[in-house]
């Protein structure tokens, strides 16, 4: 399987979202283009543009890519912070499905306090050590530089060669992650052979206020027409 560079990877995965998106653009007009800053200074590797078929407005999708030189950004690892942030939220939902909250308010005591507390501390716990190793915990350094460049769909591009090098379990947590995020992710490999591993989620913002966070966004819609 061929190496390939983030510049191919790039264009490859550009070339195959332009086309894939087509069906859905007003004229067939989509317009493909690398490496477009937003107005806050941030890159991102690929930014596409058309009109939605039926409605006419604009429609936006980002893209980040990258290669097997980056293999550390691609591969998801356990984060604390996400971790924390889980148990804390399963923790509140123990709470209120046991009803904690509502007896707390019932206990005519100084330290009433202390029954929903123990009850939040003690099932975020236990379900922090249960899931440790849940996909839900993981982070992946591509995955955080997509989401600064806003698009109603986003996409990350890596080699198939890298994600087959991944362990079975982090392949699928990556997978896990990309649906969480919303986030579609293209596998490619050589002879421009792109495939979509999992679809992003539609972002419901509206086209032109997320293409006018980007520097190009005058001259783009001049060209999209």
Not at 20 to 40: D, I, M, N, P, S
Not at 85 to 92: K, P
Not at 100 to 108: E, N, P
Not at 161 to 167: E, G, I, S
Request: glycine share 8%; net charge positive; with cysteine.
């Amino acid at each position: 399987m061929a190496v390939l560079t983030e510049a191919q990877i790039q264009e490859y995965a550009l070339e195959f979202l332009r086309k894939y998106y087509e069906r859905r653009a007003k004229g067939r007009c989509v317009l493909a283009v690398a490496e477009v800053r937003t107005v806050r200074g941030n890159r991102a590797d690929g930014l596409l543009v058309w009109r939605h078929w039926l409605t006419g407005m604009v429609q936006v999708a980002s893209m980040e890519a990258k290669s097997h030189l980056t293999k550390s950004a691609i591969q998801p690892r356990f984060n604390l912070g996400q971790w924390l942030r889980n148990s804390l939220l399963a923790g509140v939902v123990v709470c209120a499905l046991t009803g904690a909250f509502t007896l707390w308010y019932k206990v005519q005591s100084g330290w009433a306090w202390l029954l929903p507390l123990n009850v939040l501390i003690g099932s975020s716990m236990l379900y922090g050590l249960i899931t440790w190793r849940n996909p839900g915990h993981r982070r992946a350094r591509m995955m955080e530089q997509l989401g600064r460049y806003p698009g109603n769909f986003q996409w990350l591009a890596i080699p198939q060669r890298v994600f087959k090098q991944l362990k079975a379990e982090d392949r699928q947590a990556l997978v896990r992650l990309c649906l969480i995020e919303g986030q579609g992710l293209l596998l490619v490999s050589g002879k421009r052979r792109v495939k979509v591993q999992c679809k992003p989620k539609r972002q419901r913002w509206w086209g032109n206020r997320v293409l006018a966070q980007y520097a190009r966004a005058k001259q783009l819609l001049r060209q999209l027409g």
